[in-house]
């Protein structure tokens, strides 16, 4: 059971009215079922000059999220396209060509004022300059992803180099960059690594965008949660002291070679009250409910849930559908 402290009991005490929900909670497999989360509505906040309406999560798969913020969107890792490369059946293939896919993207993508980019690995970052040039959203990332924009012809007044440490004012809402890590594969590595410190060609296969250094963003609403979003099984713990947010978008840990993972990350934002698993899902079938699962995924789902109520009793564990509003 991890110590009480005095900042954890103010938040905590601050939320318990607060409350998650989509009409009904996505349900985990079979054998890890989520904690049933409180169904009574919080008073409403006070708006701000902006906001027009309940903030609003709908995961897109992997790491990607659009968040509604009154009559604004922020997007983060959006990767819609979901292209084959053979990653679940065996075969993959480096060479796989990028293939944005404008038919999936458009209906879903109607407007975006920030998106926000973990890494460059194709499945965070493939769609992110089509959706910048078809919304003129202001893109935040590595140096590599503000290299890798400009080589997709994204205007340089698009592109915000970010590194961590930086907290950015948007009025109703702010984001803190957080300086992370990437995780590591059963052999001690991670596909595609390096960065870019100039503009590249243009990218032609999944191999051509590397991980390009990792981050984190905490989202502080105002009148509303603090969220801290990872787009990669590994964490800088010493880097997450003092954020302390209401819930933390978790990915799921593919490998054992990243020590005392969900302790330490745990730990270190001080034990969110709702843990969201994120990048658990076949991200290379249609996105469509119920979400597709590899067998050997699910098993590390049900592990993970396992240890977040074993590190943190407190948290609860949301396992979220396709493109349904949460509200938290």
Same mark, same amino acid.
């Given at each position: ?7 954890? %009991? @103010? ?7 607060? &409350? ?55 997007? $983060? !890792? ?24 404008? !038919? ?35 893109? %935040?990332g590595t140096l590599t992803a503000y290299h890798l924009g400009l080589a997709y012809k994204v205007p340089s007044t698009q592109l915000s180099s970010v590194k961590g440490g930086e907290v950015?004012? %948007? ?14 594969? /059963?052999? =001690? ?8 410190? +100039?503009? #590249? ?7 051509? @965008? ?16 603090? $969220? ?16 302390? /947010? ?10 054992? *070679?990243?020590?005392?993972?969900? /302790?330490? &990350?745990?730990?270190?934002?001080? =034990?969110?009250?709702?843990?969201? #698993? ?17 067998? *050997? !995924? ?23 559908? =396709?493109? +349904?509003?949460?509200h938290f």
């Amino acid at each position: 059971m991890p110590s009480l402290d005095r900042r954890r %009991f @103010l938040r905590d005490a601050a939320a318990t009215t607060a &409350l998650v929900s989509a009409g009904g909670l996505a349900a985990t497999s079979a054998s890890a079922q989520a904690a049933p989360l409180a169904a009574a509505a919080a008073p409403a906040a006070a708006p701000t000059t902006r906001r027009k309406g309940a903030v609003s999560f709908r995961w897109w798969g992997t790491a990607g999220w659009r968040v509604d913020i009154g009559d604004r969107t922020v997007l $983060v !890792d959006p990767f819609l396209s979901r292209i084959d490369t053979g990653l679940f059946t065996g075969e993959f293939k480096p060479a796989t060509k990028l293939t944005v896919r404008p !038919d999936v993207i458009d209906p879903r993508v109607d407007r975006a004022m920030t998106i926000l980019v973990t890494h460059t690995h194709w499945d965070h970052f493939m769609d992110v300059p089509y959706i910048a040039g078809r919304t003129g959203a202001r893109v %935040f990332g590595t140096l590599t992803a503000y290299h890798l924009g400009l080589a997709y012809k994204v205007p340089s007044t698009q592109l915000s180099s970010v590194k961590g440490g930086e907290v950015l004012d %948007f009025g109703d809402h702010s984001i803190e960059v957080v300086g992370s890590l990437h995780s590591r594969n /059963p052999s =001690y590595s991670l596909a595609f690594p390096g960065v870019r410190v +100039t503009q #590249p060609a243009l990218p032609a296969t999944i191999a051509d @965008l590397p991980e390009g250094d990792t981050l984190g963003y905490l989202m502080r609403v105002d009148g509303g949660p603090s $969220v801290y979003f990872t787009g990669a099984s590994d964490v800088a713990e010493r880097n997450l002291s003092g954020l302390a /947010p209401d819930v933390a978008m978790v990915a799921l840990q593919n490998a054992t *070679t990243t020590g005392d993972y969900l /302790p330490r &990350l745990l730990k270190g934002l001080d =034990y969110p009250k709702v843990v969201v #698993p994120v990048h658990w899902d076949n991200f290379e079938t249609a996105l469509q409910n119920p979400p597709t699962v590899a067998e *050997t !995924d699910r098993k590390r789902l049900d592990e993970m849930i396992a240890a977040v109520r074993r590190i943190s009793p407190r948290s609860k564990v949301l396992v979220p559908e =396709y493109e +349904t509003a949460y509200h938290f």
